[in-house]
């Protein structure tokens, strides 16, 4: 389970040629609580893969997030930007801290005052670093990068915004080779003030 809070750095508009342009910058930093499920019995250092798909970290961690949004009228990018800093959990494991840079292209179809549908499609770039065993011993088969292509949508109700996206990798290396990213699925929910 995670929280994330951002701060409304900017929000402007201009108008260019009788079309609005705007522009929003939202900083923040998040925390993610040890709520999942971690196994020690499987941080087997020589089958690493096990380790990296567990249902949770058992680690308190970290997150610094930026996010820039640019829309003409209908038409937008957004960008958003993530640095995820791991914890040991008590097991002396330390997963590697992860970066993560997501750009999409939508279009925003107002159906009326209260509701906005958005569909999207873009690329999520995310390169981790190698894990850690006791602070000391690097886990190899750990760590690595990967490009993924994303499609998927965004309904907005006022201050609530419910969405959901398909991702598939179109290009990676993780865990040296010997660890393979399939199709995946994500959906969220959040809450203006």
């Known amino acids: ?26 900083l923040g ?36 997030n930026a996010m820039y949004d640019i829309r003409l009228q209908n038409v937008g990018v957004n960008v958003n930007s993530s640095y995820k800093i791991n914890t040991s959990n008590k097991y002396d494991y330390q997963y590697g801290n992860k970066f993560t840079l997501n750009m999409l292209g939508y ?41 993924i292509g994303t499609i998927g949508a965004e309904l907005n109700f006022g201050r609530v915004s419910i969405g959901a996206n398909f991702q598939t990798p179109l290009s990676q290396n993780l865990g040296e080779k010997k660890v393979e990213s399939k199709n995946r699925g994500m959906a969220h929910i959040s809450y203006s003030f």
Not at 2 to 26: C, H, P, R
Not at 113 to 138: H, M, R, Y
């Open 29 to 64: 930093g998040g925390i993610k609580a040890p709520t999942g499920t971690y196994n020690p019995e499987e941080k087997n250092i020589g089958q690493s893969s096990l380790n990296t798909f567990q249902l949770g970290t058992g680690s308190l961690d970290f997150s610094l």
């Open 107 to 147: 279009y925003r179809f107002t159906v009326n005052d209260k509701l906005a549908i958005t569909p999207n499609t873009g690329v999520l770039f995310e390169t981790a670093s190698k894990d850690w065993k006791t602070k000391d011993i690097q886990v190899w088969e750990t760590g690595g990068r990967s490009l």
């Open 1 to 26: 389970m995670s929280a994330i809070g951002y701060y409304q750095a900017f929000n402007k508009e201009s108008v260019i040629k009788n079309k609005t342009l705007s522009q929003t910058l939202w």
